[in-house]
């Protein structure tokens, strides 16, 4: 149907906007700054409401024909993009039960929603299918992000599978390296730079413009809406009955800024009568969001960050702004778990066969400590979203095994003569 003519002007929806947080400036849909202009201040995208309301909102989203766990939530996620939709597809994602995760952690309900199992193994690929997809739209010569490692590896896999050219700004000598060798091989051009994660991204926010390269770390609006999906998929899988807490490993903060939107969204539009409080966990040697909820969000004191969990070693958050209204409104809680309990977390899930990358694990140790601090009643339901892939960090695998603690600890391969008594002698099982 050639766009204008009159029947497709009554189905398409009204452009979105772009507006800013801080100022309320506004920017066209596809405008490609991905900052307000005004006050330097984070965007966020403003669609036209969808048609359908409650549960015939919920059942457009099963009826859609789309394979794509983004792309199926479309009404809510870019509205009016169907022709240049980037996608695998994605999401679709499992919310696992696992009976040694849940003794481990206290919590009598509990479920484990995999994002680690998306296609380049961590949920940044539900953001980046609508973030490339963006960089399509509004004719991007080529794409760029600073990245701890997942956001490089999905960006550079994304790139390729539109054409585009990736540039990828990593922290010298501090990303795990099934991360790096990923975005190697998807055909990104990577820059180790001298410094952290929080000098990446300061270099690309300055630098996008003059390189004439489309930014797409999560300050981007249109990561935020691919990633609302996680919660809309998860809601859905639960027959919209909403968990009593929805748990997630906090770095960045777009993450938990997207889940606040989604949450938000899904009150508005009658597809949840309530919201489950959101419980961010970060790493305590990288938690400047869990001292500034302490101190009631008054402010944000960045800090120089170290922790084994890569993927949330960031001292500077950049949707600070965007994260505190999803605390604040869904009575959620910001707590840092030590890395001891971050490895211990990653043991059983891993133990349990399932797996994660460290960083993932942080939402399973924050369900622990919130159920032995008595915040989390056990008969509360709880889900725990496990961000990335085991296979992302396999060197911590390795070290973990070298090292006593835990009784989870994994185990080197024994070698062996090639002969059956030996094998018979090395082969008792516990
Ligand atoms: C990106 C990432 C996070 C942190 O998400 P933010 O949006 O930066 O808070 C956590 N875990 C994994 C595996 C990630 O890749
Ligand atoms: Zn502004």
Redesign the pocket.
Known sequence: MPEGSPAARGTTPVPSIQRCLRCGHTLPELDARSVCPQCGGLLELVHSPPELRGAALAESFRRSTSPSGVWRFGALVLPGSERDRVSFPEGNTPALESDRVRRWTGATWLRLKHEGLNPTG???DRGMAVGVTQALRIGARGVVCAS????GASLASYAARAGLPALVLVPAGRIAVGKLTQTMAYGARILAVRGDFDDCLRLVREASDELGLYLLN?VNPFRIEGQKTIVLELLEQLGWDPPDWLAL????????AAFGAALREALAFGLIPRAPRLLAVQSSGAAPFAASFDDDFRTLKPVKACTIAT??N?GN?A?FERAVPAIRETRGIVRAVSDEEILDAKGEVDAAGIGC?P??AASVAGVRRLVHEGFISPGERVVAVL??HVLKDPDIILSEAESRRGASRPSRPAEVEPTIAAVAAAARLS
Request: glycine share 16%.
């Open positions: 961590s949920f940044k701890t490692g997942n956001t999560s490993p906090a770095g960045n903060l777009g993450n938990t993927a949330i960031i958050p949707s990358e960083a993932s961000t990335g």
